[in-house]
């Protein structure tokens, strides 16, 4: 009988929901004709639309007219390269600091314990052998040997703490007022991405195919795109030296939101928004991948962010049909965990049905329809 009444309640929830997310997403939904009819008609949400649609009104400053980036990543920069061991350079300031962390005091404390127990041992193993010694000593305890080895490790345990600690409080460190909000929905296999505080500007980013593997006339990947399985038709694009807030979330399964180079790995829940910041500190091209195992295509959901001056954000946001927000207003995107004190299920209903505000019009776009590419379906 509880388990009829879920179902009903259940049920009951899923209708009622798209018109609670009607009514709350008002703004966005009022942006998103806008956002879609000029997204149709630039080569990188949707290659077929290219040849016969109209040029857009402001033609976007970071795309070439056939919907190709300007913008070429840096060889061995924000991307894997070949045959490297360690970090991708860091362009965020957690990132250097984690860099740092990572090449000053770990490795170098994990090889020499790593150095100095292989010294012990191997002496164990020569020097106490039976034939070099058929007498055993009997000895038992030894006070002083004692407390270096529990003192020892308990120091080293602090030392590491002190940066360890710092830096994770860092990572969680709730972005200013000013911050940029960007939220990264995760799908199967997608990202879509939005812009709540810039008008409610959308995108929605598929991975760019191989030349041979897509029919003639579609947009494939270039070398100015980025390295292949890294590139995406749409770039995220961000500006730099300006904390941006990322949120990140899920339509279906769990997805992982990770850029390498910013330090950045954000679990995206459906029903839930995860929130961090970073500052990225250079411009530049910088790609990631989801970082959660999700499906059958998720290594094909890569991410791309396009670092650019505030200047050029600007100019972007424009072009895409956004708003820069009022000067000192803080962030409407805020949210508020459920659960959380902040949590007011009568103001802000999305915070307490998470996946119904996750829902707004995104089922409609799947991974083929957007790269128009059949070779894609059961991949
Ligand atoms: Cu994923």
Redesign the pocket.
Known sequence: MLGLTTIVLAAGLALAGPATAQNTAAPAAANAPTEASAGGAQANSSAPATADAPAPAVADPLLNADGTPKTAPQAGIGMPVDGHITLQQQVTPNGREAHWFHDAILLPLVIAISIFVLILLMWVIFRYRRAANPTPSKTAHNTAIEVVWTLLPVLILVVVAVPSIRLLANQFKPAPDNAVTLKAI?N??FWSYEYPDHGGIELTANMLKEKDQVAAGTRYRTEADGPRLLATDTRVVLPVGVPIRLLAT?ND????WAIPAFWIKLD?VPGRINETSFTIEKPGVYYGQ??????AR?AF?PIVVEAVTPAQFEAWVRAKGGTMPAVGKPSAATPAQPGSDATDDTATPANGTGPVVNAIDVPATTNQAATANPAGAGN
Do not use: F, K, R
Request: proline share 0%; net charge negative; hydrophobic share 40%.
């Open positions: 995760g199967q296999w899920a399964v769990i997805h992982s995206a989801c970082s959660e195992l999700c499906g998720h959901m």
